[in-house]
C-alpha cells in the first residue's frame, strides 16, 4: 500500500457499513478519503472520528449524475483528481420483478450499476487527464455469480450485480486497449452483516443472526479491498470471492447478499 500513500480515493456509499470500514482501512494507510453518500450527517460523524484532514464528507445522490459529477469537480478542485475509486454503493429490493413497477427496477439498476459507470467513467478520464495510475474496485456480491443458486427472491438486485461484473470486464479491457495503467478488481462478499442485510432480513437482534447464520464483517470486504490495492504494480487481481469459513448456512451455493 506505500504507493497509494498520500493518494485520494473515492468511496460511494461511505455513510455506513463497508463503505465506512473501508474508508477506515485506507486512511490508516495514508490515503485520503472522499466519502460519497446520501446522508450528510453519517458522513460528519466519520469526519469527526477520522479527521477532517482524513476524510472528507459529499453529500452525493448516486442516482443524479449532476451529483456524481459535482462531487468529482470537488474532487478535482480540491486534489487534482482521485486515483481510487471504490463503488460500493448498493440498494436491494425485495420486491419481486413480476410485481415491481418501473420505477422500483430504476431505482436498483440506477444505483447499483449506472452509477458506478458513470463513477468509472469519470474517475477514468481524471486519470488520463493526469497520466496517473489508478484502481477501481467495485463492492459486487456472489448474487452477481450464482444467482441460479440462491433460494431468495432478490428482484432486480442480481441483475443489477450481474451488470456490476461485466462492467468490470469491460472497463478492463477497454483499459487494455487504451494501454492506460487502471486496474479494475471485482469483490464479491457472501452475506455481510450491515445495515442494508438487517433491513432486508428484518432481524434486528445481533445475537439472533449470529445464532442463525455465520456472517462476513465488513472489515472483511476492506481488507479484501486493502490486499486488492496492495499488490504489486505488476498484478492484477480481476476477481476475488469473499464468503464465511466454517459455516453450515452459507456456501457459494446457498448464500444470501451483500
Same mark, same amino acid.
Given at each position: 500500500? *506505500?504507493?497509494w500513500? +498520500?493518494?485520494?480515493?473515492?468511496?460511494? +456509499?461511505?455513510?455506513?457499513?463497508?463503505g465506512?470500514?473501508?474508508?477506515k482501512?485506507?486512511v490508516?494507510?495514508?490515503?485520503? &478519503?472522499?466519502?460519497?453518500?446520501?446522508r450528510?450527517?453519517?458522513?460528519?460523524?466519520?469526519?469527526?472520528?477520522?479527521g477532517? %484532514?482524513? =476524510?472528507?464528507?459529499v453529500e452525493?445522490?448516486?442516482?443524479?449524475e449532476e451529483d456524481?459529477l459535482?462531487?468529482?469537480?470537488f &474532487?478535482?478542485?480540491? =486534489?487534482?483528481?482521485?486515483d481510487?475509486?471504490?463503488?460500493?454503493?448498493g440498494?436491494?429490493?425485495?420486491t419481486?420483478?413480476i410485481?415491481?413497477d418501473?420505477?422500483?427496477?430504476?431505482?436498483?439498476?440506477?444505483?447499483? /450499476?449506472?452509477a458506478?459507470?458513470i463513477?468509472?467513467?469519470?474517475? &477514468?478520464?481524471? #486519470?488520463?487527464k493526469?497520466?496517473a495510475?489508478?484502481? !477501481?474496485?467495485n463492492?459486487?456480491?456472489?448474487?452477481?455469480?450464482y444467482a441460479?443458486? /440462491?433460494?431468495i $427472491? /432478490?428482484?432486480m438486485?442480481?441483475?443489477?450485480?450481474?451488470? #456490476?461484473?461485466?462492467? +468490470?470486464?469491460? /472497463?478492463?479491457?477497454?483499459?487494455?486497449?487504451s494501454?492506460?495503467?487502471i486496474?479494475i478488481? *471485482?469483490?464479491?462478499?457472501?452475506?455481510?452483516?450491515?445495515?442494508? &442485510?438487517?433491513t =432486508?432480513?428484518?432481524?434486528n437482534?445481533? *445475537?439472533?443472526?449470529r445464532?442463525?447464520? *455465520?456472517l462476513l464483517? %465488513?472489515?472483511d !470486504?476492506?481488507?479484501?479491498?486493502?490486499?486488492?490495492?496492495g499488490? $504489486?504494480e505488476?498484478?492484477? !487481481?480481476?476477481?476475488?470471492?469473499? !464468503?464465511p @469459513?466454517?459455516?453450515?448456512?452459507?456456501?457459494v451455493n446457498n448464500e444470501?447478499? @451483500?
Amino acid at each position: 500500500m *506505500n504507493r497509494w500513500e +498520500g493518494k485520494v480515493a473515492i468511496v460511494t +456509499g461511505a455513510s455506513s457499513g463497508i463503505g465506512v470500514a473501508i474508508s477506515k482501512s485506507l486512511v490508516s494507510h495514508g490515503v485520503k &478519503v472522499v466519502g460519497l453518500a446520501r446522508r450528510l450527517d453519517k458522513l460528519q460523524e466519520i469526519v469527526q472520528e477520522l479527521g477532517k %484532514d482524513k =476524510f472528507f464528507a459529499v453529500e452525493c445522490d448516486l442516482r443524479k449524475e449532476e451529483d456524481i459529477l459535482k462531487a468529482f469537480k470537488f &474532487v478535482e478542485e480540491q =486534489f487534482g483528481g482521485a486515483d481510487i475509486l471504490v463503488n460500493n454503493a448498493g440498494v436491494i429490493s425485495p420486491t419481486k420483478i413480476i410485481e415491481s413497477d418501473t420505477e422500483e427496477y430504476h431505482k436498483v439498476i440506477d444505483t447499483n /450499476l449506472i452509477a458506478p459507470a458513470i463513477c468509472s467513467r469519470e474517475a &477514468v478520464q481524471s #486519470l488520463i487527464k493526469r497520466k496517473a495510475a489508478g484502481h !477501481i474496485v467495485n463492492i459486487n456480491s456472489i448474487a452477481g455469480s450464482y444467482a441460479e443458486s /440462491l433460494i431468495i $427472491p /432478490l428482484g432486480m438486485y442480481s441483475a443489477s450485480k450481474y451488470g #456490476l461484473r461485466a462492467l +468490470g470486464t469491460e /472497463l478492463r479491457h477497454e483499459i487494455i486497449a487504451s494501454d492506460l495503467d487502471i486496474k479494475i478488481t *471485482n469483490i464479491s462478499p457472501g452475506a455481510v452483516y450491515t445495515e442494508m &442485510v438487517q433491513t =432486508f432480513l428484518k432481524i434486528n437482534a445481533e *445475537n439472533e443472526i449470529r445464532r442463525l447464520m *455465520n456472517l462476513l464483517e %465488513d472489515k472483511d !470486504i476492506a481488507e479484501a479491498t486493502i490486499y486488492a490495492l496492495g499488490t $504489486p504494480e505488476s498484478v492484477e !487481481i480481476p476477481e476475488i470471492t469473499v !464468503i464465511p @469459513h466454517k459455516t453450515a448456512f452459507c456456501s457459494v451455493n446457498n448464500e444470501l447478499i @451483500h
